[in-house]
């Protein structure tokens, strides 16, 4: 079979949440490698493209504005049939009318069934089906296979961090080499291991002498998460950087730090791509498809739907052995504010074990590195 044209400019359609987007970064390194000397833009959402900035991979970032009301004509001017191909990596109607205007070919991703299929797959020029929730294929390698016809499919997924960014010399001073980072807060309630859970976790962490450096944003909901957790010790114990370090500056906390522990969220996903050793907490959601993507993998390995405790890579995954778990949906009533019993049912010793586990081995480590003869 003849292979496709190599193009010289390429946009990747991006148009979801952070996570999502850091999680197209396989697709953008596949595509750096196959064309190093093409242009490769993204277009996600305003807001949404923290993940990217500095990606050695990506050319341009656009941002499109989240409702193009009057400047819609202006928009579609910008774009219009100025790339190649365009990778669209999101179902939706904007995405696809996007990359329409923007590229003279394109290749997306569908779910196998929607009432707007048919129209999308009219304007695509190669179709990737979704695995849906319930599925065993991970996303970063359903990303991939947009790039079917210049790429075989044995190629690993690669998720690129941001690129490292200095951390202010205040928290810098503050931190200590081999700390434990806790994210506790999700975006939505059906995915937050509760609250009194990571107490727990964090006052056995210092009560045994490990400092423990809380993250989040500074949205309303996160600082909500974490008040009730800033009061659990003092500095140099306890430090909260929440809400003060963008994501290029995330990744060079967690380059120094022993341990991640966090939900299902976009900075688990982020960590697990630094390298750090990771514990994921995980409830109603698909790891199959969702979780935490490894920095470095070998062929074929992965996750599976569910397990009550399995390890890819240096992420450590736990989920409930309730036999929905996981049900794909939003949490028991099926929406966003939902409670999930399967993440209650984790209790805080089932994670500390593994963390305890996890930073023994690591000051094992260390204690050979030190007896080692130079």
């Not at 193009?68 to 790339?83: E, H, K, T, V």
């Not at 499919?153 to 202010?168: F, R």
């Not at 109603?284 to 009550?308: D, F, H, I, M």
Request: aromatic share 6%.
């Amino acid at each position: 079979m003849k292979q496709a044209p190599a193009p010289r400019q390429v946009l990747v359609v991006a148009t979801r949440q952070i996570g999502d987007v850091l999680l197209t970064t396989p697709l953008i390194r596949a595509a750096r490698n196959l064309w190093p000397q093409a242009r490769i833009d993204v277009l996600g959402f305003a807001g949404t493209l923290g993940m990217l900035r500095g990606n050695p991979d990506v050319t341009e970032l656009i941002e499109a504005p989240p409702r193009l009301g009057s400047n819609a004509l202006a928009f579609a001017r910008r774009l219009w049939r100025r790339y190649d191909l365009a990778l669209v990596t999101d179902a939706g109607d904007r995405a696809h009318i996007i990359a329409w205007i923007a590229a003279r070919q394109r290749r997306g991703i569908l779910p196998s069934e929607h009432r707007s299929n048919w129209w999308k797959r009219a304007l695509l020029d190669g179709v990737v089906v979704a695995a849906g929730d319930r599925g065993d294929r991970h996303v970063t390698a359903e990303k991939l296979a947009l790039l079917a016809p210049w790429l075989d499919d044995s190629s690993v997924p690669q998720v690129v961090p941001p690129a490292a960014a200095p951390i202010p010399s205040e928290i810098a001073a503050a931190l200590r080499p081999g700390c434990v980072i806790v994210h506790a807060p999700s975006m939505w309630a059906y995915k937050q291991w509760p609250l009194t859970h990571f107490e727990r976790v964090i006052a056995e962490l210092l009560a045994q002498g490990r400092q423990v450096v809380l993250t989040g944003s500074s949205s309303e909901r996160d600082q909500q998460c974490i008040a009730p957790l800033r009061v659990l010790g003092a500095a140099p114990d306890l430090v909260d950087v929440s809400g003060r370090l963008g994501f290029n500056q995330l990744v060079t906390l967690m380059q120094g730090a022993a341990l991640y522990i966090g939900p299902d969220t976009s900075v688990s996903h982020l960590a697990a791509a630094t390298g750090v050793p990771v514990i994921a907490i995980f409830g109603p959601t698909n790891p199959a498809r969702w979780g935490p993507w490894p920095a470095k993998l070998e062929p074929g390995a992965g996750y599976v739907q569910a397990k009550s405790l399995q390890s890819v890579g240096k992420v450590i995954l736990l989920q409930s052995e309730l036999s929905c778990v996981p049900c794909g949906r939003a949490g028991c009533d099926d929406h966003r504010q939902s409670r999930s019993d399967c993440l209650i049912d984790i209790s805080p010793q089932r994670v500390l074990a593994q963390a305890q586990r996890v930073l023994q081995e690591g000051d094992d480590l260390k204690g050979c590195a030190r007896l080692a003869p130079r």
